[in-house]
């Protein structure tokens, strides 16, 4: 599909030395850029992605944790 957008001329000319210095097409680009932008507003992904991060939290455990953080707080130091 063929679209026509307008951007401010310094991420134009920042584009276009990415493109050069990679050897990508403008298209590449811009997909590559409108993909990576919604993969990281998709809350789902972003969620499988920590998950990948933290495979195995134990809930029990986190919240005991989350305890401990409360009783420091509460204390005078």
Known sequence: MKVAISMPD???MA???MVEAR????S???????RQYLRHQDPA???SRLN?????????KLLREQGNR????????
């Open 10 to 12: 310094d991420v134009f």
């Open 15 to 17: 584009g276009e030395a």
């Open 23 to 26: 050897g990508w097409t403008r």
């Open 28 to 34: 590449r680009l811009y997909t590559e850029a409108l």
């Open 45 to 47: 992904d972003l969620t």
């Open 52 to 60: 990948q991060v933290h495979p195995a939290a134990d809930d029990a």
């Open 70 to 77: 409360a009783a420091l707080k509460a204390s005078d130091w």
